[in-house]
């Protein structure tokens, strides 16, 4: 049932891959997966089935108990410089200005905060933030701090970016157009470089809208149970979540789903 992706162009590989805590909880089970670069994968399932451990494991802020997680053939064991990541929320430090929460990762890695400053300025007007970079967080609506702190997961130019649940503590409008946006990003980054982005949502909708491919998780231990590719043109206007091949997509996931007991 599982549409199979080859190893060719292949950037990061899971292999095996098992997370306990402790003795009793199992989080993850013998996972494997192979993305390719400048591939946009989403990884959907029931609340505890393992998502947010296997993004921490893959940004190097949790070690495997078995088998590894690599990127670009080599093995993740920390924090990596070409690895950027954005949680469910901004984490925006409250008292920096958004230019400068942008450019933390160049303080935090010595890259030159002058140098960088064009180019954090350049990815704030990508994301519509430009005319705010002076702003506080608070003076910011949730969108656009979030938007923000896709910013400074940019802006060291990591190969990876991974988000966890980004987009679900917004509103379901605000939620629509971060999707629409992200979805821009990604494109203009060009397909010769295009990012690899993994992308963790409880949403089957979003996660189809998104992804070129979608992975689908059981419940805990998490394994994956199914992965299906995702071929709609893009850009995909929101529109696109009206058709009947949306639609098909969308039940096929919740049918793996409820096969496992990953819907209530």
């Excluded at 609340?47 to 078995?66: D, Q, V």
């Excluded at 005319?131 to 990876?160: C, K, N, T, W, Y």
């Excluded at 980004?166 to 409008?173: E, I, K, Q, V």
């Excluded at 963790?200 to 199914?226: K, N, Q, Y």
Aim: proline share 6%; net charge neutral.
């Amino acid at each position: 049932m599982n549409d199979q992706t080859t190893a060719a162009g292949e950037l990061i590989a899971v292999r095996r891959l098992t997370r306990r805590y402790g003795t009793a909880v199992t989080a993850l089970e013998a996972i494997d997966l192979s993305i390719a670069e400048g591939e946009l994968v989403a990884i959907v399932g029931p609340s505890g089935c393992g998502k947010s451990t296997l993004l921490r494991i893959l940004a190097g802020l949790l070690p495997p108990s078995e088998g590894e997680a690599s990127l670009a053939g080599r093995r993740i064991d920390g924090p990596r410089r070409d690895i950027g990541v954005v949680f469910q929320t901004p984490v925006l430090f409250p008292w920096r200005s958004i230019l400068d929460n942008a450019l933390l990762p160049v303080d935090v890695q010595g890259l030159g905060r002058e140098k960088m400053r064009a180019t954090a300025m350049e990815l704030l007007k990508l994301v519509g933030l430009d005319g705010f970079e002076h702003q506080l967080p608070r003076q910011l609506s949730g969108g656009m701090q979030q938007r923000a702190a896709l910013v400074r997961a940019l802006i060291h130019d990591p190969s990876v970016l991974l988000m966890d649940e980004p987009f679900g503590a917004l509103d379901a409008m605000t939620r629509e157009a971060m999707n629409l946006e992200l979805q821009r990003i990604w494109m203009a980054s060009g397909t010769s470089r295009r990012k690899t982005v993994v992308f963790v949502t409880h949403s089957v909708g979003e996660a189809v809208f998104l992804a070129d491919r979608v992975v689908v998780m059981s419940p805990r231990p998490g394994r994956i149970v199914d992965t299906l590719n995702v071929d709609f043109p893009r850009p995909r206007p929101l529109s696109v979540m009206n058709t009947e091949a949306f639609g098909v997509h969308v039940q096929r996931i919740r049918q793996s789903l409820n096969a496992v007991g990953g819907l209530e």
